[in-house]
């Protein structure tokens, strides 16, 4: 089945700075590219997604770019604000498994004012 | 049009007791998943179901755990006997019936903490 790594585990920027969050998956099947956030003791929301057509999509401050071939997709944020301060999630979904949606392990990013 | 609905948000329950967590998709959609948090971690996949089918159980565990949803009525997934390894969140989400193209969009619902004592 479909396995989502990660990387980095946590990571600290500066407010302004950009943040880059990496993930890879298995199923070479897979055509869903969600992004969750989730802030400490809420549910995780939906921030964006990619689907397999496309290589790169972008949401004012936040983008995310995908290379099919290599099997990674990437999550970026500019100009940080303390208010992106949050667990992330990269997930995919692949047809070859009911379309369920596998999550990566998450990326605590933190914004230092 | 309201969200996901899952209850009770917070529910305790002794070793060995039964927890039940209730889950209702959003209007319209009929697609149902549940996934477990443990404090810390990320979310793994436990159970897929449409209205009176369950699609893929392949994340849950092979004993005291079920889960159903029926043609009418919220989802539930119910934990027998419960053990304190059993404390986490548990979050649901739904989506909408796919039509052929699109995508598995998930809105997920507030979250069921589950307290073994």
């Known amino acids: 089945g479909e396995n989502v790594e990660q990387h980095p585990s946590t990571l600290s920027v500066q407010e302004g700075d950009s943040a880059v969050i990496k993930c890879t998956y298995s199923d070479s099947a897979s055509n869903y590219f969600p992004w969750y956030k989730q802030e400490l003791g809420k549910r995780p929301q939906l921030i964006i997604d990619i689907r397999s057509n496309v290589g790169e999509k972008k949401d004012q401050r936040i983008a995310v770019t995908l290379n099919k071939t290599a099997k990674h997709f990437s999550l970026h944020i500019t100009e940080t604000q303390p208010e992106d301060s949050a667990v992330y999630f990269c997930a995919a979904s692949s047809p070859t498994s009911y379309d369920k949606v596998i999550f990566g392990p998450g990326t605590s990013l933190s914004v230092i004012p | 049009n309201a969200g996901v609905m899952q209850n009770p948000r917070h529910l305790v329950r002794r070793r060995g007791q039964e927890a039940r967590l209730r889950c209702s998709p959003m209007k319209g959609h009929s697609h149902v998943y549940w996934y477990r948090q443990l404090p810390e971690e990320g979310l793994k996949f436990m159970v897929y179901?449409?209205?009176?089918?369950?699609?893929?159980e392949s994340g849950m565990p092979k004993e005291r755990f079920s889960a159903e949803f029926p043609k009418e009525g919220p989802s539930i997934l119910r934990i027998q006997q419960v053990v304190r390894g059993d404390s986490a969140a548990y979050f649901c989400?739904?989506?909408?019936?796919?039509?052929?193209?699109?995508?598995?969009?998930?809105?997920f619902g507030p979250g069921t903490r589950l307290t073994v004592l």
């Open positions: 989400a739904s989506s909408p019936l796919r039509s052929r193209g699109s995508y598995n969009e998930q809105f």
């Open positions: 179901l449409q209205k009176e089918n369950i699609i893929d």
